[in-house]
RNA sequence: GCCCCAUUCGUCCAGCGGCCUAGGACGCCGGCCUUUCACGCCGGUAACACGGGUUCGAAUCCCGUAUGGGGUGCCA
């Protein structure tokens, strides 16, 4: 039987980095047995069923480049087919109506001294439905159920603490609980991959299963917990975890799927950056951790570094075009000139961990410094020796030199530097004053070629203005 | 409270009874390269939670303890 797994996120809006990872752990599974993945929809709560909320799912998961093979399916699509395991439910007496309020269950739970819980008030009360009347499961209270999870073993949940849970809710609609065992039975899944915070579901889901007579269960696997680095469960609250977040702040899909496969398994050759064609024929369910996985934003940055490191100039340049030519660029939108920047792309690309600073390094090419990084002038033009006779005589070279050859530039301001070394008998550093002069600042890519790019003119026009200000 | 789960360097991962004086990666520290900053290279730091078993032999199996996490909704 080939497996056929689901992807079954619930429309929030945004998608999660662990639901993303619970996507992709689908994903590489159904890839490398050659099974088939499903994307459903858990819209139980169908007002959650819009174009934007699907797009916040869809979008991220074709960004990363996760495709699936059926859907995406809606739960709210499914409704009647829901209603009918009910109504089985009910008619064969393994679920009946309840009409108690959460109050009304809470104080009968503490009048009659239990803890606090649903204990089967209207198991025989005979409620019989309408409005705002629920149907509850009628849990077995001897024995239990066991679920025999790829990753984590053998999990037992004694039914005595399984209470009658709400399978639909008082305006109907159906529970994600029945919704699951239906809709994983019809559409066929043979294996449930999800995270750890459904675990205590999974018992609830197996039960209904057995109820509805559906026969050999899907097998489950419940991936390890993506955590902060305070150890608790990523939530929406505290952490950056909408994934189009990091796609915005400049990581390459590819990264982030590397990085993703990476939390809870790893390859047994510890070959950690590896193409994802890689990582679906090494990848295997039995391997996957059972301890939660911090998510550890710096192990994230440098695997994105990786990929950019790796990324040809041309398609760096695409890659980073938003933020070179979008509205937040530093520099003027006519200024920019992408021959430029993909002829420095190797220098940048080293020196950036996300696609968005690939701007700090390349700005002074199309802006001239507007002001100078005090330290950096301090440090190359009032404590550099002899500052003054450098610029003067980068200037002068400058002047009649090649400015296509990088190399004939180079050579001009090292040159000067060596002369007055050995003029002066000390040793004068050529390079910083020229760098402050033309950049503002004191560190940055190697200025030959980029000088050569700037153009003679705007050159010496800085070196000028540094001259002049330096007195 | 109750239920469920987990526990190897600070972090992620390898290890599935002897190859472990525990390996890789990130981070951190040091060095080399370098007339900037980086990259790269070299080296270092640092862990089997604890206590009992089982076994000739345990990081690996079993049982407790401790700690951490998840769940406990008419959310999924």
Redesign the pocket.
Known sequence: MTPRVRF???PTGFLHVGSARSALFNWLYARNTGGTMVLRV????ASKKTQEFVDAIVDPLQWLGLDWDEGPYF?SERLEQHAAAVQQLVDSGQAYF?????EE?DRKAEEAGL????HGWSRDRGVSDGP???VRFRAPDEGSTVIDDVI???????HA?V?D??IR???G?P???I??AVDDYEMGITHVIRG??????APKVKLLWDALGYGEPPTYAHL??L?N?????L?KRRDSVALGAFRDEGYLPEAMVNYLA???????D????RPLAEIVELFSL?????????F?V??L???N??YI?ALSPTAFVAAAEPWLTGHDTPWAAGAYRPEVVEALAP?VQ??VVKLGEGTDWLRWLFEAPLDYDEKSWTKAMVKGRAADRVLDGVIEGLEKVDFEDPEAIEAV??????DL?SELETR?????PV?VALTGG??????WRAMSLLGRNECLHRLRAARARLG
């Open positions: 079954a996120p619930a858990e819209d139980t709560d739960q309840c009409d108690l309020s959460r269950i803890p606090p819980g649903y705002g009347v629920v984590r073993g053998r999990v037992e949940v004694k603490t209470e849970f709400v809710r008082g305006d609609s529970v994600f609980l919704a699951n750890e915070d459904l675990l205590n579901t390890p917990l955590t680095d305070q150890g608790k469960k939530s990476l939390l809870g398994w790893g390859p047994a510890e070959v950690e950056v039995e391997a996957v951790n059972k301890a939660p996985a911090m550890d710096k192990k940055d440098h695997i570094g990786e490191k220098e080293q020196r301001v090292m040159g000067v530097g060596n070394t004068v550093l050529s390079q910083a760098r004191g560190a940055g890519i190697p200025l």
